[in-house]
């Protein structure tokens, strides 16, 4: 699986370049710079601290995910309620950058902000996305945003590069959680070592939903905030 996962590095690329797609299809994830801007950055996470403090207290409980401390770990669907991440969905740059990379029409279908707070932000188990549509007609990515500079020591993304070429691993369920499912921990310890997606702010990685993906705990003592929007892809082959 994703043999050269530990030889090669991943470059950055600028968003409108024409090996996009090659490395999207080689790699199963591509890394772009400057997806968002500064101020879009901040526009974005004054928003979530909005919606966070505003909104997330009169919504039901599983539209968000806690730390074991209590501490804000994620939120789902946010555009269903809220205007601003409504338009933020709706970007026609966004959609145009995932089409661009896949080559195929995309319609987005949902978002998630993932908060990894200092010192208590928990691992995101290894996972494809991929097994969450078993016996269903999709084929999904996900555009990956950061909003905080992501580092090896606050849980930046990890990828086994090429791993959508070998289909679905097997998944097993998640002790305290009846909807995530995760790639044992024996498959993993027999797998190459990832390749770690440290991205500054701003900078967007859009990974094939068949891509074996996950990260660390944040074990530093800076956040790191991030958004994924997922798209699905016409026609719903592989």
């Known amino acids: 699986m994703g043999s050269t996962a530990a030889q090669r590095e991943l470059r950055l690329h600028d968003t409108d370049e024409a090996a996009l797609p090659e490395s999207y299809e080689r790699d199963g994830v591509v890394l772009m710079r400057d997806v968002l801007s500064a101020d879009e950055v901040a526009e974005v996470r004054a928003n979530i601290a909005r919606y966070a403090k505003w909104l997330l207290p009169a919504l039901p409980e599983d539209w968000a995910r806690r730390e074991a401390d209590g501490t804000l770990r994620g939120m789902y669907f946010l555009?269903?309620?809220?205007p601003f991440f409504t338009g933020f969905a709706?970007?026609?740059?966004?959609?145009?950058?995932?089409?661009?990379?896949?080559g195929r029409t995309a319609t987005?279908?949902?978002?998630?902000?993932?908060?990894?707070?200092?010192?208590?932000?928990?691992?995101?188990?290894?996972?494809q996305d991929g097994v969450y549509y078993?016996?269903?007609?999709?084929?999904?990515v996900n555009l990956w945003l950061g909003l905080d500079d992501a580092t090896a020591d606050n849980g930046a993304l990890q990828y086994w590069i090429g791993s959508?070429?070998?289909g679905l691993v097997e998944h097993g369920g998640v002790e305290g959680d009846?909807?995530?499912?995760?790639?044992?921990?024996?498959?993993?310890?027999?797998?190459?070592?990832p390749f770690v997606a440290e991205l500054r702010s701003g900078c967007g990685?859009?990974?094939h939903d068949m891509m074996v993906h996950g990260s660390d705990?944040?074990?530093?003592?800076?956040?790191?905030l991030a958004m994924a929007l997922t798209y699905t892809l016409e026609p719903a082959t592989r």
């Open 79 to 82: 555009e269903r309620v809220d």
């Open 90 to 102: 709706a970007r026609a740059d966004l959609k145009d950058i995932v089409e661009r990379v896949t």
């Open 108 to 127: 987005f279908a949902s978002m998630e902000t993932f908060h990894k707070p200092a010192r208590v932000g928990s691992p995101s188990l290894v996972h």
């Open 134 to 140: 078993v016996g269903r007609p999709i084929v999904g």
């Open 164 to 166: 959508h070429h070998d």
């Open 178 to 193: 009846a909807f995530f499912r995760a790639i044992p921990p024996h498959i993993v310890a027999a797998m190459p070592e």
């Open 205 to 207: 990685a859009l990974h």
């Open 217 to 224: 705990g944040n074990t530093s003592d800076r956040p790191r």
